[in-house]
Structure formats: structure tokens, C-alpha cells
């Protein structure tokens, strides 16, 4: 079920943001097809108890001085790149019998399995577009790694998604692939080369002066 969020109207421009922030408070804006930009400000706890780590959540908006109380999705959350506290987050007014799109991550199974071989996994996305009813919107898409040998490669098709959600990106495209690490991979490929070094050193010995 969608989370409350109250909120009340507040003035635009950089000024007022960092006012805003020096008061407790987040700036934020909603916005929608059919609805003109609204610019608002949340309580700063309130937005850290709500609102998660990545966009797509969904919520239930109330701004009482506009009149205004809808279901949004979260677009994109603005934060401080090093304490990471919100500074402004972007809605999307949506209607809960409308399908829209919003990106999920991907949630890798397995991968301590796959590093208890001496192998890694390198990600190619964490994130995948998927397209679906609001109230469908999963936390993530998980896959499973564990099975992987060096080389192979988790694709988009292998993504397991809800009946009602539709995974957007290219089905080949790559999630993740599994890999020998550098060092390693440089032992094995310098054995062979030291072994073929001896008989090459023999038959020139061989060979009259």
C-alpha cells in the first residue's frame, strides 16, 4: 500500500531551497500529464522514514493549502553526494489504473557462491525498465548467479518478473558475467608459456656450433 506523505506549497528558487533544508524540510515538485507543476516541501524526517535508497516507490501525496491529494511515483531523489541526506526529490502524478514505466533494480542471488570459486561477477546493470500498474511496481528483479562458469553471462531473458510486469530493455542484452580475476587469469595463461620455454632451450643446444 502506498505510504502518506503531507506536504504544504512552498516558493521556487535556490534561496528558498537552502532555506528550506536549514529549516528541516526537502523541496520536492510534483508533476503529471494533466497536472500543473506543483512545488512542494516535505518534512525531512518524514522523507527519510518514506522514501528509499531509489525511485519507482510509490506513495500518497496530501497538500492540504492546494487541495491537492493523488498517488505519485518517486522520478528521482537528489542527494548530498557525501551524507547522503535527500535535497530534493521529483514526483510523478500517476492514476492507479495507468501503466507507466519506472526503473527497478536488479537484485543479484548467488554471488558468495561464485567468489567462493575464486571467480567474480562483474555487473553490467544494476537497474532494468520494466512497464506496469503502480501498485505492481516489485522492489527488484532477482537472478541467480551461482550457476555461472567463467565466461558465461546472465542476460535480460533470464530476469524473472512478475505475470503483470514487462521488462522493457533488449532480452539479449547483458546483466551480469562471470569472470576469472585478473591475477589469476594471468598465472594460468604465464604456465604454459614458461613450460614451452625448455624444449625451445633444448633443441638449441642440440644444434651443431
Do not use: W
Not at 561464485?114 to 537472478?143: F, N, W, Y
Amino acid at each position: 500500500m502506498p505510504q502518506h506523505i503531507a506536504a504544504i506549497p512552498r516558493e521556487t528558487g535556490k534561496r528558498v531551497s537552502n532555506r528550506l533544508r536549514k529549516q528541516g524540510l526537502v523541496p520536492a515538485v510534483i508533476y503529471g500529464k494533466t497536472l500543473e507543476p506543483l512545488h512542494v516541501a516535505l518534512n525531512k524526517v518524514a522523507v527519510a522514514q518514506v522514501l528509499g535508497p531509489r525511485a519507482g516507490h510509490v506513495h500518497r501525496i496530501v497538500v492540504k493549502e492546494k487541495g491537492f491529494d493523488g498517488t505519485v511515483v518517486v522520478k528521482e531523489v537528489q542527494r548530498d553526494p557525501i551524507s547522503r541526506q535527500v535535497l530534493h526529490v521529483d514526483f510523478h502524478h500517476v492514476s492507479m489504473g495507468e501503466r507507466i514505466r519506472v526503473e527497478v533494480p536488479i537484485a543479484l542471488v548467488g554471488e558468495e557462491q561464485v567468489e567462493k570459486q575464486g571467480l567474480v561477477v562483474q555487473r553490467q546493470m544494476r537497474e532494468v525498465e520494466v512497464e506496469c500498474l503502480p501498485a505492481s511496481i516489485p522492489d527488484a528483479l532477482a537472478a541467480d548467479v551461482s550457476g555461472l562458469a567463467p565466461g558465461q553471462a546472465l542476460l535480460v531473458k533470464d530476469l524473472v518478473a512478475p505475470k503483470d510486469v514487462e521488462i522493457l530493455a533488449p532480452p539479449t542484452e547483458v546483466v551480469a558475467v562471470v569472470v576469472v580475476p585478473r591475477a589469476a587469469a594471468e598465472e594460468v595463461t604465464e604456465a604454459p608459456a614458461g613450460e614451452a620455454a625448455a624444449p625451445e632451450g633444448e633443441q638449441a643446444t642440440a644444434e651443431p656450433e
